[in-house]
Structures are given as C-alpha cells and as structure tokens.
C-alpha cells in the first residue's frame, strides 16, 4: 500500500512518470490534456521539479494503469530488477519487453490468499509459498478441475484438487494431492480458493 507520507514530504520524490508516459508513446502535452494540466507541470512532475502527491499518483496509475507503487521511484525490496531473458545454453540476453526495467510481483488474484508448504505435498515442494484466489458462492464453479484451497465449515482448510462429482449426488469431490487419503465428496464449500501463483524459496 502506498504511504500518504509522500502527499507530505518537503522533499520532491523520485518518480517513473517519463517511463511510462514514453511506454504509452504520450507526448507530454497528450498527458497534460489526460491530467487536466499543462505541458509545463507534466515536464515539472517528471523532472522531480514539484512534489508528487497522492493527488497526482492515482489520475496518473489509472493513466498508465499501474500501481500507485510503481510510479515511485525509490529502492524498494518488492521492485526486482529485470537482468534480461534466459536464452538456449543459459545465457541472458537484454529483455525486450515491458519488464525490462524492473518490475512489482503483482498476484494474479482477486481476494489473495496463502500457505506456506511445510513438507513436499504432490507437486510443491517443501518452502513454497501458495498463493491462491479465494472465491465464494456460484464463483467456485470456476475452480474446477484445479489445485485449491478449500474452506470447510468449521475452520478448516484443505489443499484439494477440486472436480465436480457425480458421486452420490454430491457437487463436489476434494481429491488429495497426496496417497493414502480418501477423496472426499461433498454439497458445500465455505470458500474455494484456486492456485495462482507459487514462489520458491532456495
């Protein structure tokens, strides 16, 4: 989340502004006209001329479509530095796409949720984290066939692969992803949440 305490610093701040107005192929009279200002503030902002503000930053992300945090400048450990793209005999060439300049992780979920694995479990291995989309209600039924996590009434909460079942009139069956548990089947789930993303620790 973006601190206020940039809409209250003295200081201007470093920003990103001329990247992605450059990106986007906008002059900055085009983003002037965007912003409801003028050639001169834009050339400002960029320039780190003036102090950035919140008032600023969200027309801006909604511009460029990005995060507020993205816009700012300033060594963070969540903006990874893009090396290039790992080519045929392990070489890493200069990347050519719009992550060439870094890029923030940016999960691909709605209501984000996660586990971390304590013990190899079918395909993910000890120390990864899990990270999944959490869907309720008639929503779930896009969670077929996937790796989830399952809330449970009670509290509790399963690593499941989940498929619809014809199994005694149950709507859902909960497949381990492991051997020696019973596939469960049941009507309702509290909440289901697909797998999105994994990250390795080494």
């Not at 701040?13 to 965007?34: P, S």
Request: aromatic residues 6%; hydrophobic residues 40%; proline residues 4%.
């Amino acid at each position: 989340m973006l601190s206020t305490r940039y809409a209250d610093e003295r200081k201007p701040v470093k920003n990103r502004i001329r990247h992605y107005r450059r990106q986007m192929g906008l002059t900055q009279t085009d983003l002037a006209k965007q912003l409801g200002t003028t050639a001169a503030t834009v050339s400002r902002l960029e320039t780190d001329g003036i102090k950035i503000s919140v008032d600023w930053l969200a027309p801006l992300a909604k511009i460029f479509q990005v995060q507020l945090t993205e816009l700012i400048d300033e060594p963070s450990p969540e903006r990874i530095e893009m090396l290039g793209d790992l080519a045929d005999g392990g070489a890493v060439t200069a990347s050519k796409s719009s992550l060439q300049s870094g890029f923030l992780i940016n999960v691909p979920a709605t209501v984000p949720v996660a586990v971390r694995v304590k013990q190899d479990i079918g395909r993910y291995s000890a120390g990864t984290l899990l990270i999944a989309n959490r869907l309720t209600g008639e929503e779930i039924d896009q969670a077929f066939d996937r790796d989830c996590l399952v809330g449970m009434r009670g509290g509790k909460i399963f690593l499941r692969r989940l498929i619809q079942s014809p199994k005694n009139g149950a709507r859902f069956g909960l497949v381990p992803l492991e051997a020696g548990i019973e596939t469960k089947y049941v009507n309702q789930l509290t909440w289901c949440a697909p797998i999105v993303m994994s990250v390795m620790y080494f």
